[in-house]
């Protein structure tokens, strides 16, 4: 039996404990992908710059274009190419619908206040814990974002401009969650199935981060 | 022990409802919707398939206690968890002189999103630690001996 005291003196403690904190629980978890992948960076031998105003990185809690007042980071190297990590982007996609790509690495220098990227290279979901029941939702959405958003493109029979994974969508798409990997083992063969890298159990301590850690320092590395 | 997961689901989210009443509705239909989903595998044929896997060996014989609990570590640990977790590593880049994350909307310039600074962040990990304590203990009440935190929330930074 569960000492009442105890849970008094533990939902006492988290109330006090979140006050000031974001109150979506996603906006935290992307902040912390976000912040993991420029450790990545740093480790794979970039220096790491946030854009921030006096010592205070905005970051996005609504989706938007890129620019603004929003803070990024950017990565360079000697004799490298110069990358972005930008949170809450909005794209367009093939169909001229937006979607939201909550962490993406692109090339430096993107158009200001527009939905079309130059240069996409890794285009990151973030999901914080859901039930199993919404977390299928949310893995069809992404799906079918990284296939609007796909770089391989045809007809449709309707003369509509469609995206194509089959052909390569020329960026590397990944979901990544706090959701302990094996819980769902379903949802993360229908993401392998369609070429989204699924990354559960991605939080600090979970076993998945050593995963996230050691695929991203491999993909930073092989950047030109 | 709570003897059935609706017991246990009831327990955590009466006492969550009088603190946090968004997160206690928000665990309520998360473990309900979990338990749903694991109640109707179980009916079909793909029980061995996906049911082995989901479930760590030890808590098969409590699998809907299990179910609801990780929703409640999900729920009320991680985002407690993430902060310090953010702090962290804004102290480990130390060259990056970040000393706040201001989480703002489109059109809004406020911190209308709220705000991890790094000054509070001794105090969040405290919190955390006893978060956490509580929680194990919680976990050792719910399963006795079988009860490992590494199984929830791997290991202590």
């Known amino acids: ?224 | 022990m709570a003897e059935s997961a609706e017991e246990l689901l009831r327990e955590l989210e009466t006492a969550a409802r009088e603190y946090a009443p968004v997160e206690a509705e928000l665990f309520a239909i998360t473990a309900r919707d979990d338990l749903a989903d694991w109640r109707q595998t179980q009916d079909r044929e793909r029980q061995s398939e996906l049911g082995e896997e989901r479930i760590p060996a030890q808590y098969r014989s409590r699998a809907e206690e299990f179910l609801v609990f990780d929703a409640f570590v999900r729920i009320f640990l991680d985002p407690i968890a993430t902060a310090v977790a953010i702090g962290s590593m804004l102290d480990e880049m130390s060259n990056l002189e970040i000393r706040s994350l201001t989480f703002g909307r489109f059109g809004d310039d406020g911190a209308s999103g709220g705000q991890i600074s790094r000054d509070n962040i001794p105090q969040l990990r405290h919190d955390r630690n006893e978060l956490q304590e509580l929680t194990a203990e919680f976990g050792r009440a719910t399963f006795g001996n079988i009860f490992r935190t590494a199984d929830f929330w791997g290991r202590r930074e």
């Open chain 1, 1 to 224: 039996m569960i000492s009442q005291a105890s849970l008094r003196r533990f939902f006492k403690t988290f109330s006090k404990a979140t006050v000031g904190l974001p109150k979506a629980e996603g906006n935290l978890y992307e902040a912390f992908v976000f912040l993991e992948l420029c450790r990545q960076a740093q480790v794979s031998g970039f220096d790491v710059e946030m854009v921030s105003v006096n010592g205070d990185y905005r970051v996005r809690a609504s989706p938007g274009y890129f620019g603004g007042d929003f803070g990024y980071a950017i990565l360079s190297a000697p004799g490298r190419k110069r990358y972005e990590i930008h949170n809450g982007i909005q794209f367009i996609g093939n169909s001229r619908m937006e979607h939201e790509a909550d962490i993406v690495l692109v090339g430096e220098k993107q158009p200001q206040g527009t939905g079309q990227p130059s240069a996409l290279y890794v285009l990151i979901e973030c999901k914080f814990y859901d039930s199993a029941s919404r977390l299928k939702g949310e893995v069809r959405k992404a799906v079918g974002a990284v296939l609007d958003l796909s770089c391989s493109n045809h007809q449709s029979k309707g003369g509509h401009v469609q995206g194509c994974i089959h052909c390569g969508c020329r960026f590397t798409p990944f979901f990544v969650t706090n959701i302990v990997s094996g819980r769902r083992p379903d949802i993360q063969t229908f993401l392998k199935t369609y070429e989204v890298d699924p990354m559960f159990g991605v939080f600090e301590g979970g076993s998945g981060l050593p995963h996230f850690r050691g695929a991203f320092r491999l993909l930073l590395r092989a950047l030109p």
